[in-house]
């Protein structure tokens, strides 16, 4: 029997990288959203036991982005794993949350599952 895992116990430097997109009302096509002009801009991080943490500023890498141009208008944002973020063996949830002029709240949840590790 073989398990699949996204990361595993312990990991350090794991890139969560979310892209954000904003779905027209009428074509209900999704594009990039523009969060170069976002006040607040934050990865969250909920872990199996349900305490969290937020990437905010410093921890959160906007530039270069994992593609595109980096500069906030392709919607991407990232954050990336430090000692003790993964401590839990389960399924972590992740979102977004972005503020500005417009918009303000979270994003869709996305799930990293951890398993354990060999050493």
Do not use: C, W
Request: charged letters at 20%; a negative charge.
């Amino acid at each position: 029997m073989s398990h699949e895992y996204d990361a595993t116990v312990g990991q350090v430097g794991f890139r969560i990288i979310l892209q954000l997109l904003d779905r027209d009302p009428l074509t209900q096509y999704r594009t990039p959203a523009n969060v170069s002009a976002a006040v607040t801009k934050e990865v969250n991080l909920k872990k199996p036991d349900a305490t969290t943490k937020v990437y905010t500023g410093g921890d959160v890498t906007f530039t270069p982005a994992p593609i595109g141009i980096g500069d906030g208008t392709d919607g991407y944002i990232e954050a990336s794993t430090v000692v003790g973020d993964f401590d839990q063996v389960g399924i972590y949830e992740v979102a977004g949350y972005i503020a500005d002029a417009v918009t303000d709240g979270p994003t869709q949840i996305a799930k990293i599952n951890v398993g354990p590790s060999l050493r």
